[in-house]
């Protein structure tokens, strides 16, 4: 199986590329951005050294459909899909937070509070609490949004005192979390599963306020399944989940968080395919769709071809 793992393109009216962690980012004419999702992964904000077959694919694709399933909540950057792997939206400057909202402790939220952690983001934790249990209501505990390390915990008022977003903007922002976590949480719920958190980036436009960036993917949320949760819950077990948690997992495991001193483990074929089933699974789960599986002979030709002619049709 073949991934994609780093692209070099040279659109019609391209002005810079920004290659992140998993996306590579266009500018077209400053007014578009091409973003494409490779099949990198990330995790303890390093890239791993092998790409997961189809994983891009699978991001994109549920960050398009959840973002024409969520346009009446609130406006977003996409304009088109043109190929599997890749959205063309509106240019927007970016905020420099991302507005991470959580539903259940559990993943860092959880190592924190068993070291004794009661406060997160300026959200005060209840005592008592145990793994994986709900929060008596989602509680936003937004990051800076950091171009290289570690993105850092935040509180809101911080963020406004700081001048990094407007309360005015921020009050937007939050409103438009909630509410966009709810219609997550709605769809996740037909179809078996919990969306237990999440996060989003927003940025301005025009003076508007959009939601940019992916939604409700593997790679930026975590979903449990809704069978069997209450029993594990109360038995203390660990919940089966379709998320990125379990490369984490793996990765602690194996004896690396990233930390000095520390080596990552190799990456075998078959683990990447084990990786790629599933993204595959999350897909299948969350959408109500099969999968199905793009042409990979040459990744990049493909992608090249089906963004150009999209290019050429709005002038």
Known sequence: MKALTRTDFNFKGQKSVY????RDVYDINDDLLVMIATDRISAFDVILPKGIPYKGQVLNQIAAQFLDSTSDICPNWKLATPDP?????????????EMIIRSILTGSAWRAYKE???E????????GMKENERFPEPIITPTTKADEGHDMNI?????????????????????????LFARGQEIAARHGLILVDTKYEFGKRDGKVFLIDEIHTPDSSRYFYAEGYEEKFAAGEPQRQ????????????HNF????????????DEYAKSVSDRYIELYEHITGQTFEKAETEDIASRIEKNVSDYLATIG
């Open 120 to 127: 997160l983001c300026g959200v005060t934790l209840p005592d």
């Open 85 to 97: 792997m890749v959205t063309v939206g509106l240019k927007c400057e970016g905020f420099r937070v």
């Open 116 to 118: 004794g952690c009661r």
């Open 19 to 22: 290659h992140g962690k998993v």
């Open 242 to 253: 379709l998320s990125k948690e379990f490369v984490r997992q793996w990765l602690i495991e």
């Open 155 to 179: 509180s809101r008022d911080e963020i406004i005192a700081q001048g990094i977003v407007s309360a005015e903007d921020y009050a937007v922002m939050e409103d438009y979390t909630r509410k």
């Open 257 to 268: 968080m990233n930390e000095p001193g520390q080596v990552m483990p190799e990456i075998t």
